[in-house]
């Protein structure tokens, strides 16, 4: 089975925390995604990547960055954090679409 | 501008009747559909997925449904049963998923009562 982990389940960081989420895969796949999901807007695509070392920004980029040093890797980070960022992040992870996507089990990021 | 639309935000369902969970595209160029399954504090799976060849597709309870010319897929369970309450994301993407990303629609939280 493929498997995506994302290494915290729950976190809880200050404002203007530099705080990283990371996103590891085993099934090497060439796409990754970050999305976040909040109550009654569903899942917003932050940014993905198609391979190493290449991103791309998604809907709502603003505020994040993400790294891709290795395929099974991709990393999510959150420059300066902000209460509205609090919310559940998810990753993903693809061969291509018409495979669909294999989520990890989430990062819930409280922001205080 | 959205390009998958699940326009009901909730449905609650009695144990044992049928749940029919919509879904309605805008672009034309989708070609391959897939519904997802959320539990709180997990991440979604995959439940079911049909192609734009298909109108039916099916997998044990849960049966997707799909007209093109008015643009909308259904998912139907039956019988409904109180694990299946959860939220549900329905995906599109186009050239058969070769190229591009899913595009996903906000959800619909079902609710199956005993």
């Known amino acids: 089975d493929v498997k995506v982990t994302q290494s915290s389940r729950y976190l809880v960081k200050r404002t203007g925390e530099k705080v990283f989420l990371e996103c590891v895969q085993d099934?090497?796949?060439?796409?990754m995604f970050w999305y976040r999901q909040d109550p009654g807007l569903g899942l917003r695509l932050i940014y993905f990547?198609?391979?190493?070392?290449?991103?791309e920004k998604g809907d709502i980029p603003e505020g994040y960055s993400v790294s891709r040093e290795k395929k099974e890797r991709f990393s999510l980070i959150l420059e300066s954090a902000s209460t509205n960022q609090t919310s559940m992040y998810l990753c993903?992870?693809?061969?291509?679409?018409?495979?669909?996507?294999?989520f990890g089990s989430g990062t819930r990021l409280t922001v205080v | 501008d959205q390009q998958v639309k699940q326009n009901s935000p909730s449905l609650s369902v009695q144990e044992g009747r049928i749940s029919i969970l919509n879904c309605d595209y805008t672009?034309?160029?989708?070609?391959?559909f897939l519904w997802y399954k959320k539990y709180p504090a997990e991440g979604p799976t995959f439940l079911i997925s049909?192609?734009?060849?298909?109108d039916k597709n099916e997998d044990g309870r849960f049966t997707v449904f799909l007209n093109k010319s008015a643009k909308h897929l259904s998912l139907h369970i039956v019988p409904s049963q109180p694990g299946d309450s959860a939220v549900y994301f329905c995906?599109?993407?186009?050239?058969?998923?070769?190229?591009?990303?899913?595009?996903f629609g906000k959800g619909t939280k079902l609710s199956v009562k005993p």
């Open positions: 990547s198609y391979d190493v070392k290449m991103k």
């Open positions: 993903a992870s693809s061969l291509s679409a018409i495979y669909g996507y294999t």
């Open positions: 099934m090497d796949h060439e796409n």
């Open positions: 995906a599109a993407s186009a050239m058969g998923g070769s190229q591009g990303n899913l595009i």
């Open positions: 049909i192609s734009s060849i298909k």
């Open positions: 672009n034309s160029m989708f070609d391959y």
